[in-house]
């Protein structure tokens, strides 16, 4: 009688248990076959962690009112043709992803590409960087020929310092999270005097902004403030397809020249070995020479050194490219011709070496061939037998190390998302949050190439 009595009351448990999970598992939505161990979902990777920028809105006088008045921005050019299409300029005919892009523009292209930056955030306390915004290339540009004194010269610059330090971001570092684009060399920003006969402004050397972050086209090594960036190409691909497509291209091309020299000569610069290096390509077979106008060291330059189809078919068929200094140490030339799959010849450590170190690779024997400047000078090489002296497996390997960095070169169009490589704005940012990431734990900037302060 007592086992049929426990055996019922089992029953009675047993529906009461049944019943219990029935109402459990409909009122809270439970799967009475999941396990009680299971893991909890893991929280979302912010993947913009640590690549936060944030972008001042400036008054448009320091931006978006000098592409208003484009005709005053060059006396020697038609500004207002380059500065269309967000600053990669007219696209050329029959030529896809390819543009007039003209080499000062990078202020519009930087700016244009941050708005589409995929981790841009109105929250300042989040970002890794502060980006202003400000058209320094542009303004400069200006001002740099005819009779402006140095108060109209600097006045956008003093301006811009006044209006960023009554922003609560600027107070939180001094600055030194912030950084702009100057799209010109950085001497055009680092007038020596207050004396109107001397060149350009005094941005650079304003105490607020060499606390700053400020990419040029190309950099002083005597500083620590300024870091080179390439100059704009005439390509801006649209997808990873698009770069590919046309490395391809690169390794397959017939290069009948062994060299190549696109330029004019600097007479008025007595130390200038464009001369020589005119002299040497104009009497060799081997030497595609295209002659610019400016022998009298002035800045016109013939239309045909201005058309890009033509520049980059006469670098497409050279193995070598001849890229000697010429106002400044460096030249947009340079990468032309490495988007075309070209190996530089440089003359000059200034030329790149100490420039571009977070596009280029450290070491230079890599992508490039040096010959000395003095050599040149000095008549001391034939840039011919240097150039032709070199093992085909190693010139094989220098023209592939350049077709492999041409994403890294170029400026992506910003209309476009299908590219995975990094491009050249991507690289320039992530040196910028870097340094600024270096500058908060308080360690001294490590980016400069100092080996070479030996050739200046």
């Not at 219990?20 to 929280?43: G, V, Y």
């Not at 005119?278 to 050194?305: I, M, T, W």
């Amino acid at each position: 009688m007592n086992h049929t009595k426990r055996r019922s009351q089992r029953r009675c448990w047993s529906l009461l248990s049944i019943t219990i999970i029935f109402t459990l598992t409909t009122l809270f939505n439970i799967n009475p076959s999941s396990s009680p161990t299971t893991s909890p979902e893991k929280p979302t990777v912010d993947r913009c962690s640590g690549k936060y920028i944030y972008m001042h809105d400036l008054p448009p006088r320091f931006n978006s009112d000098m592409l208003t008045h484009c005709q005053t921005l060059s006396q020697w050019t038609d500004m207002c043709r380059f500065t269309s299409n967000s600053g990669i300029g007219p696209p050329l005919n029959n030529k896809p992803r390819w543009y007039r892009t003209n080499q000062f523009s990078l202020d519009i292209i930087f700016h244009n590409k941050m708005k589409h930056y995929s981790c841009l955030t109105s929250n300042s306390s989040m970002a890794s960087a502060i980006y202003v915004p400000f058209y320094a290339g542009l303004d400069v540009a200006r001002y740099l020929w005819g009779s402006f004194n140095v108060s109209v010269r600097d006045s956008a610059s003093l301006d811009l310092i006044n209006w960023l330090k009554t922003k609560p971001e600027w107070t939180n570092m001094g600055g030194k999270d912030h950084f702009l684009v100057a799209g010109r060399i950085t001497w055009d920003f680092r007038r020596l005097t207050d004396e109107d006969k001397d060149w350009g402004n005094k941005l650079l050397l304003l105490p607020e902004v060499k606390n700053m972050s400020v990419l040029v086209i190309e950099s002083s090594p005597w500083h620590s403030n300024d870091f080179g960036v390439p100059y704009p190409t005439y390509f801006h691909p649209c997808s990873e397809k698009e770069v590919v497509e046309w490395q391809e291209r690169m390794r397959r091309v017939e290069r009948k020249c062994l060299f190549a020299f696109v330029g004019a000569p600097r007479v008025n610069q007595t130390r200038s070995i464009r001369g020589k290096v005119l002299e040497q390509c104009g009497r060799s077979e081997k030497c595609a020479l295209v002659r610019c106008a400016g022998s009298d060291g002035g800045n016109h330059q013939s239309e045909y050194c201005h058309e890009p189809e033509r520049v980059m078919e006469v670098f497409e068929r050279s193995v070598f490219c001849l890229q000697p200094q010429g106002d400044s140490y460096t030249r947009r030339s340079a990468f032309d011709a490495m988007v075309a799959g070209c190996v530089p010849v440089f003359f000059h450590p200034g030329s790149a070496y100490v420039q571009y170190g977070w596009h280029l690779d450290g070491d230079y024997r890599k992508y490039s061939v040096f010959i000395s400047e003095e050599d040149v000078r000095d008549e001391k090489v034939g840039i011919e037998e240097v150039l032709g002296g070199i093992q085909m497996e190693d010139v094989e390997r220098m023209r592939e190390e350049v077709i492999g960095m041409i994403p890294r070169l170029v400026y992506g169009d910003l209309r476009c998302e299908g590219i995975e490589s990094k491009d050249a704005f991507d690289l320039a940012v992530e040196g910028v949050v870097n340094r600024v990431g270096r500058v908060r734990r308080g360690i001294e900037d490590g980016g400069r190439v100092h080996e070479w302060d030996h050739f200046f």
